[in-house]
C-alpha cells in the first residue's frame, strides 16, 4: 500500500521508508507533496557507492519512486534542498542533476554540512505541486 494512513486531510507515502528509522518519506497534502531527505541508498538501505555520482542518482532515483507513489513526477517538483559534505562535490552532482533535468529544473538550494545520516554524501529533500507543468506554461 502506498499511503499507510490518511489524517485529517494528509497522506502520508511510506513507499521507501528506512528500516529503523521514524519518519515518513514524504507527506501529501491537496495537491502538494512534501519530501524527506531521500540517500542515495538501496532497498536494504546501504549506500551504493562512496561517490557523489552514484549516491546522486540513486537519491534522484529514490525520489522519483516516491513521487510515483504519490501519482507524481520529478516534473512536479518546484523546489528541492540539497545537503552536500563538502562544496568540491557541487559540480560532480550538479551533472548527474542536469540528467534528470535538463531543461526547466525547479528551484534548488544547496548546503554544506559537516556530516549527514548513514555516511551519505548527499540528502536530498523536495515540495512537489501536482500538474506544476500548468504553472510553469503560465510563467513562460
Request: charged fraction near 25%; hydrophobic fraction near 45%.
Given at each position: 500500500?502506498v499511503?499507510?494512513?490518511?489524517?485529517?486531510?494528509?497522506?502520508?507515502?511510506?513507499?521507501?521508508?528506512?528500516?529503523?528509522?521514524?519518519?515518513?518519506?514524504g507527506?501529501?497534502?491537496?495537491?502538494?507533496?512534501?519530501?524527506?531527505?531521500?540517500?542515495g541508498?538501496?532497498?536494504g538501505?546501504?549506500?551504493?557507492?562512496?561517490?557523489?555520482?552514484?549516491?546522486g542518482?540513486?537519491?534522484?532515483?529514490?525520489?522519483?519512486?516516491?513521487?510515483?507513489?504519490?501519482?507524481?513526477?520529478?516534473?512536479?517538483?518546484?523546489?528541492?534542498?540539497v545537503?552536500?559534505?563538502?562544496?568540491?562535490?557541487?559540480?560532480?552532482?550538479?551533472?548527474v542533476?542536469?540528467?534528470?533535468?535538463?531543461?526547466?529544473?525547479?528551484?534548488r538550494?544547496a548546503?554544506m554540512?559537516?556530516?549527514?545520516?548513514?555516511?551519505?554524501a548527499?540528502?536530498?529533500?523536495?515540495?512537489?505541486?501536482?500538474?506544476?507543468s500548468?504553472?510553469?506554461?503560465?510563467?513562460?
Open positions: 500500500m499511503f499507510t494512513e490518511v489524517m485529517v486531510g494528509r497522506e502520508l507515502i511510506t513507499r521507501g521508508k528506512l528500516p529503523g528509522y521514524r519518519y515518513s518519506p507527506v501529501v497534502v491537496g495537491d502538494t507533496a512534501y519530501l524527506a531527505g531521500h540517500f541508498v538501496d532497498k538501505g546501504k549506500l551504493v557507492a562512496d561517490d557523489i555520482a552514484s549516491q542518482r540513486q537519491a534522484l532515483a529514490n525520489m522519483r519512486a516516491t513521487l510515483e507513489a504519490a501519482g507524481m513526477t520529478l516534473e512536479d517538483v518546484v523546489s528541492m534542498r545537503w552536500l559534505t563538502t562544496y568540491d562535490d557541487m559540480p560532480a552532482f550538479d551533472e542533476y542536469g540528467a534528470f533535468y535538463p531543461v526547466d529544473p525547479p528551484a538550494t548546503f554540512v559537516e556530516k549527514l545520516p548513514l555516511g551519505a548527499v540528502e536530498l529533500d523536495a515540495i512537489a505541486v501536482r500538474d506544476s500548468e504553472v510553469k506554461a503560465r510563467l513562460a
